[in-house]
């Protein structure tokens, strides 16, 4: 699901001792992950910046995976030639 995001561990627990003093059953959990977006900001990107840093993110991973790739290649033929020369 590439729209949902991952609370920390820390901020799951602080929502189970909320919850456990309410004495309520559980919310479903999107209710819980909107509860926990409200609450923390950094959960997902609220500014033009920090979605721009995602991206940012993004094509440094792929220019690395590229370079990886690129470095794989190149030994699988230099070990393929070292085996038939």
Known sequence: MPGVNQPSKE????????????????????????????????????SPASIALQGWRLSVDLAWLGALLLLACYLDDSLQFAKNG
């Not at 456990?20 to 059953?25: G, T, Y």
């Not at 999107?30 to 923390?40: D, K, P, T, V």
Request: proline share 14%; glycine share 6%.
């Open 11 to 46: 901020q799951v627990r602080a929502y189970m001792r909320r919850r456990l003093h309410a004495r309520q059953p559980p919310p479903a959990p999107e209710e819980i992950r909107r509860q926990l977006a409200g609450r923390h900001g950094h959960l997902t990107p609220s």
